[in-house]
C-alpha cells in the first residue's frame, strides 16, 4: 500500500479475474501498471508466478526498470537463463545487479556505475 501512488493508467480487463479473492487487488496491480496478463487478455490469478514475474513486478513497484540493453553496463553479473531478448531480460538484470543510475525520463533508468562489492547495511532500517 505504500508504494499505491494513486497515479494509474494501466490496462485492467482481464477476462480470468471475476469473482477472484484478489480481483480488486489485481485490477489495482494492473491500473497501476505494475502487472500486465496475457497477450489474449486473461491475467491467470491460480498460475505459479516465475522468477522471471516477480522479478518485473517487484522493479515495476519500486519504478525501477531500465528501457533498453544499452541502459545497462559490461560486466554485471548474467544468468544463462537470461538472455539478451527475453522479455524479462532487463527485469532480471535490474534485480540482480546492485548499481548507481541516473533517471532516463520519468519512468526510466540508466546505470551510471556497478557496485561490486555494496555495503547492504546502508539498505537496513
Known amino acids: 500500500a505504500r508504494f499505491d501512488t ?3 493508467d494501466g490496462e485492467s480487463s482481464f477476462t480470468d479475474i471475476s469473482g477472484h479473492w484478489a480481483e480488486s487487488e489485481i485490477r489495482r496491480a494492473a491500473q497501476l501498471g505494475w502487472i500486465q ?3 489474449d487478455g486473461r491475467f491467470r490469478p491460480n498460475a505459479p508466478i516465475t522468477r522471471a514475474e516477480a522479478m518485473t513486478i517487484i522493479n515495476r513497484v519500486l519504478n525501477r526498470l531500465p528501457e533498453e ?13 537470461a538472455l539478451p531478448g527475453a522479455w524479462y531480460y532487463l527485469a532480471v538484470q535490474e534485480a540482480t545487479n546492485s ?3 541516473e533517471r532516463k525520463g520519468e519512468v526510466y533508468e540508466r ?13 537496513q532500517r
Not at 546505470?111 to 539498505?123: F, G, H, I, M, R
Request: hydrophobic share 30%.
Open 6 to 8: 494513486g497515479t494509474s
Open 37 to 39: 496478463g496475457d497477450p
Open 69 to 81: 540493453k544499452e541502459d545497462l553496463l559490461e560486466g554485471m553479473k548474467e544468468w544463462p537463463d
Open 99 to 101: 548499481h548507481a543510475y
Open 111 to 123: 546505470w551510471s556505475a556497478l557496485n561490486v562489492n555494496p555495503d547492504w547495511a546502508q539498505y
